[in-house]
C-alpha cells in the first residue's frame, strides 16, 4: 500500500460508477491540493474483483480500510465502522453525486441521488405500499401465485437441465417487481431488458455510445407507457407503486425517474438473493436440513445470505466539504465507493467468523440493504417475496433441491454480485 503524497498525480472522476471499470481521468487534481499520506492501493485489479472481489476486501481491510484507487479515480471505503460513517450523515458525504451516471442512465434525477428534503419528499408516497403489514397483506397472495408459476417452469425443465438463475429466480423476480410497481400491457422479458439497460448505463463511466443507444431505447419505452399509467392511476388508485406515486402530488417527471429507478434495482437484487440463497444452503447441508426442520429459520437463512453475499456492493457518495474518515484526510468533492460487499465481512463487527455462511451466527446490524435515510425502501418487500415465500416454496416443491455440480455456475459483479448461472437438480 503506497500513500497519496507517494502516487503523485490522482485524478478525481465523480462518475456514478455503479459498474466500475477501468476510467481515464476526467479532469485532475494537482498532488499538491491532496492531503498527504492517503493511502493508495495502487495494485487493485479490477478484472479480478468480477470474478472474486473477497481478497481485494479482506487486504483493504486489512491495510486502510480507507484507500484512493487510482484504477477507480475514487476513494473505497470498505470497513463496516467507515461505511456506516458515511451513510449516517448525509451533510458530509452526499449521495447527489456529480456527473452521475444513474441520472444519465434513467434520464432524470431519482430519490437515490438525493438527499433530504427532497430525498424525503420522493420516497414518502411508497413508504406506506412497502411497510411490512401492507406487503403481506396486499402482495402476499400476489407473491406466491407467482412463484408457482415459475417453480412450474422449473419443473417443466426437469432435474438435469434447469438453472435456478433463468428458469426462476429471474422471471420471478420481473414479474413480482412488475405487479409491484404496476405496469402493465409489458412482458417479463421487457422489464428485465429494461432493467439490464439502465444498470449497465450506470455503470457506463467510459461513455460507450453503444450502452447510451440501449438506455435511450429503453427510457423512450418506459416513459411513453408511464405517460399512460401516470393518468390512469390517477382515475383508477389501487395499491401499486406507481398509483402512490402518481397520486402524491409529484411532478409527473419525479413519478418517472423513480419507477425507472425501481426498474434497475428491483429486479436484481431479489433475483440474486433466490440464487444465493440456494447456492449457500447447497453448500452447507447441515443448515439446509436445519432450517427444512425449523422453517422458522428462513428469516435468518434470508439475513445471513444478504450479508454473507450482498447483491448490492458498492455505491457512490461525494464529500461536500473537507473532512476525516477513519483517520484519512478527504478533500471537498471526493468520489467514494462505500463497498457495503466488504462491509459485511468485516471481523470487527461480525467476529472471526465473518467469512463463513452461518445462519446461527449472533444476529448483528450489516449494511446489505444500506442505513440512515437511504436505507433501501423494498426492503420488507425483498424479505416477504424471497426470504418467506419464493425459496421456502421451492424446497417445498423440491425437498432435494440443490446445486448440481455435474454443471458449472457462474458469478459476476463486485458493485452488483450475484449468480448469473446456477444449474440445480433435486432428484
Request: proline residues 7%.
Amino acid at each position: 500500500m503506497t500513500t497519496m503524497s507517494e502516487a503523485g498525480q490522482c485524478p478525481y472522476h465523480h462518475a456514478d460508477s455503479d459498474n466500475p471499470r477501468p476510467t481515464t481521468a476526467i479532469g485532475a487534481t494537482s498532488v499538491h491540493a491532496l492531503p498527504g499520506g492517503v493511502p493508495v492501493a495502487d495494485w487493485i485489479d479490477v478484472d479480478a474483483m468480477m470474478v472474486d472481489p473477497y481478497p481485494t476486501y479482506e487486504r483493504l481491510r486489512r491495510e486502510s480500510p480507507v484507500a484512493w484507487v487510482p484504477r477507480l479515480n475514487k476513494f473505497l471505503v470498505t470497513g463496516y465502522a467507515g461505511c456506516h460513517e458515511v451513510e449516517q450523515d448525509q451533510t458530509v458525504f452526499s449521495a447527489n453525486v456529480s456527473g452521475a451516471t444513474m441520472n444519465r442512465a434513467i434520464g432524470a434525477q431519482p430519490m437515490l441521488r438525493k438527499d433530504d428534503p427532497d430525498h424525503a419528499a420522493d420516497r414518502a408516497p411508497i413508504n406506506p405500499v412497502l411497510r411490512p403489514k401492507n406487503i403481506k397483506d396486499a402482495w402476499g397472495a400476489v407473491f406466491a401465485r407467482n412463484a408457482d408459476t415459475y417453480l412450474d417452469a422449473l419443473e417443466d425443465m426437469g432435474p438435469d437441465l434447469a438453472d435456478l438463475n433463468r428458469d426462476y429466480a429471474a422471471p420471478l423476480a420481473s414479474k413480482n417487481l412488475s405487479d409491484l410497481l404496476g405496469l402493465k400491457d409489458v412482458t417479463v422479458e421487457q422489464v428485465r431488458r429494461w432493467s439490464h439497460d439502465f444498470i449497465a448505463g450506470m455503470g457506463n463511466v467510459l461513455d460507450d455510445p453503444e450502452i447510451w443507444a440501449r438506455c435511450d431505447s429503453a427510457i423512450q419505452e418506459s416513459d411513453a407507457l408511464l405517460a399512460e399509467l401516470i393518468p390512469y392511476y390517477r382515475q383508477n388508485p389501487d395499491a401499486s407503486m406507481i398509483s402512490a406515486l402518481a397520486n402524491s402530488g409529484l411532478p409527473a417527471a419525479n413519478v418517472a425517474a423513480n419507477v425507472k429507478l425501481t426498474i434497475s434495482g428491483g429486479m436484481n437484487e431479489p433475483q440474486h438473493m433466490v440464487t444465493n440463497m440456494v447456492w449457500a444452503l447447497s453448500n452447507h447441508p447441515d443448515q439446509r436440513e436445519q432450517v427444512l426442520a425449523e422453517p422458522a429459520g428462513w428469516a435468518a437463512v434470508f439475513d445471513e445470505a444478504v450479508r454473507f453475499v450482498s447483491p448490492i456492493g458498492m455505491y457512490p457518495r461525494e464529500t461536500t466539504q473537507a473532512t476525516v474518515l477513519e483517520g484519512v484526510p478527504l478533500p471537498a468533492g471526493a468520489g467514494i465507493g462505500v463497498v457495503v460487499g466488504s462491509a459485511n465481512r468485516d471481523e470487527s463487527q461480525f467476529g472471526s467468523t465473518a467469512d463463513a455462511f452461518d445462519i446461527n451466527r449472533a444476529k448483528k446490524p450489516h449494511l446489505a440493504f444500506g442505513s440512515g435515510v437511504h436505507l433501501c425502501a423494498g426492503h420488507w418487500a425483498a424479505k416477504t417475496s424471497i426470504g418467506q415465500i419464493a425459496v421456502p416454496k421451492a424446497y417445498e416443491r423440491f425437498p432435494g433441491l440443490r446445486t448440481d455440480t455435474r454443471r458449472a455456475e457462474a458469478w459476476s459483479g463486485w458493485v452488483f454480485r450475484g449468480l448469473t448461472s446456477l444449474p440445480v437438480t433435486w432428484n
